[in-house]
């Protein structure tokens, strides 16, 4: 049974999480933010690896007539953009960043290799997986589950654009209810479709905790890692 590195965390970022207000494209400034805090948990000690989606560029078909694995494909290059994007955000702050790819694209990233990336992590350089699984049907949810149990990490950190798991859309509805802890079980049972099946059985077969918060102050990515309270944290069981 492989042991859990309590300092390798994987950072999952949405796509539109670092578009901000614009909705598309990304926010440069957003990016320099969440690049600072990424440096300061480095700075800590923590080995970061990274998957953000590509949601900012491509989400799903455009057309009902696209072929669904084409357009899967299309997020996934989406998804190398920005890994693109926050490697040279990062570098610029001093730290060393390596974009390893699941589809081989040897001029812009390293094929992915989980040795290699654990041989990265261990030598302290940020780790940023892209291109999804390198196979449609699977969502970058999916992916950060599967690259955090493959690196061992001990927990993933969903940020996305919204601060925290609800019962409703809390954007339409005023009384929704906020959870600040919940099961993987609780949420594949009240069908709250925060991540998607797929990756919560997955982080619930290896028994890795997660935290959904928002990246409306990209301090909260360091808040966390020093054991506050932000947002909702899914485990196994409590």
Same mark, same amino acid.
């Given at each position: 049974?492989?042991?859990?590195?309590?300092?390798?965390?994987?950072?999952?970022?949405?796509?539109?999480?670092?578009?901000?207000?614009?909705?598309?494209?990304?926010?440069?400034?957003?990016?320099?933010e969440?690049?600072?805090?990424?440096?300061?948990?480095?700075?800590?000690?923590f080995?970061?690896?990274?998957?953000?989606?590509?949601?900012?560029?491509?989400?799903?078909?455009?057309?009902?007539?696209?072929?669904?694995?084409?357009?899967? $494909?299309?997020?996934?290059?989406?998804?190398?953009?920005?890994s693109?994007? +926050?490697?040279?955000?990062?570098?610029?702050?001093?730290i *060393?960043?390596?974009?390893?790819?699941?589809?081989?694209?040897?001029?812009?990233?390293? *094929? $992915?290799?989980?040795?290699?990336a654990?041989?990265?992590?261990?030598?302290k350089?940020?780790?940023?997986?892209?291109?999804?699984?390198?196979?449609?049907?699977?969502s970058?949810?999916?992916?950060?589950? +599967?690259?955090?149990?493959?690196?061992?990490?001990?927990?993933?950190?969903?940020?996305?654009?919204?601060?925290?798991?609800?019962?409703?859309?809390?954007?339409?509805?005023?009384?929704?209810?906020?959870?600040?802890?919940?099961? $993987?079980? /609780?949420?594949?049972?009240?069908?709250?479709?925060?991540?998607?099946?797929?990756?919560?059985?997955?982080l619930?077969?290896?028994?890795?905790?997660i935290?959904?918060?928002?990246?409306? /102050? *990209?301090?909260?990515?360091?808040?966390? +890692?020093?054991g /506050?309270s932000?947002?909702?944290?899914?485990?196994?069981?409590?």
């Amino acid at each position: 049974m492989n042991i859990k590195n309590p300092k390798r965390i994987l950072l999952k970022l949405s796509g539109e999480a670092i578009a901000k207000e614009h909705g598309t494209g990304i926010d440069f400034d957003t990016l320099e933010e969440i690049a600072k805090e990424i440096k300061n948990a480095v700075d800590l000690g923590f080995e970061i690896a990274i998957v953000i989606g590509g949601g900012n560029f491509w989400r799903g078909r455009s057309s009902k007539d696209m072929d669904r694995s084409t357009a899967d $494909y299309m997020g996934m290059l989406a998804t190398v953009i920005n890994s693109l994007a +926050l490697q040279s955000t990062i570098e610029n702050l001093g730290i *060393p960043t390596r974009v390893m790819s699941a589809i081989e694209m040897n001029k812009i990233a390293e *094929p $992915y290799i989980k040795r290699k990336a654990v041989r990265h992590l261990e030598k302290k350089r940020v780790v940023i997986f892209s291109a999804g699984t390198g196979n449609p049907f699977f969502s970058t949810d999916t992916t950060a589950a +599967l690259r955090a149990a493959e690196i061992d990490a001990s927990k993933i950190l969903f940020a996305k654009n919204i601060d925290a798991v609800y019962d409703k859309d809390p954007k339409l509805f005023k009384d929704a209810k906020k959870f600040d802890k919940l099961t $993987y079980k /609780e949420i594949i049972e009240k069908e709250l479709q925060v991540i998607d099946l797929t990756a919560a059985t997955l982080l619930n077969d290896n028994d890795i905790p997660i935290n959904i918060f928002g990246l409306n /102050e *990209p301090s909260n990515i360091i808040r966390i +890692l020093n054991g /506050e309270s932000i947002g909702t944290e899914i485990r196994r069981s409590f």
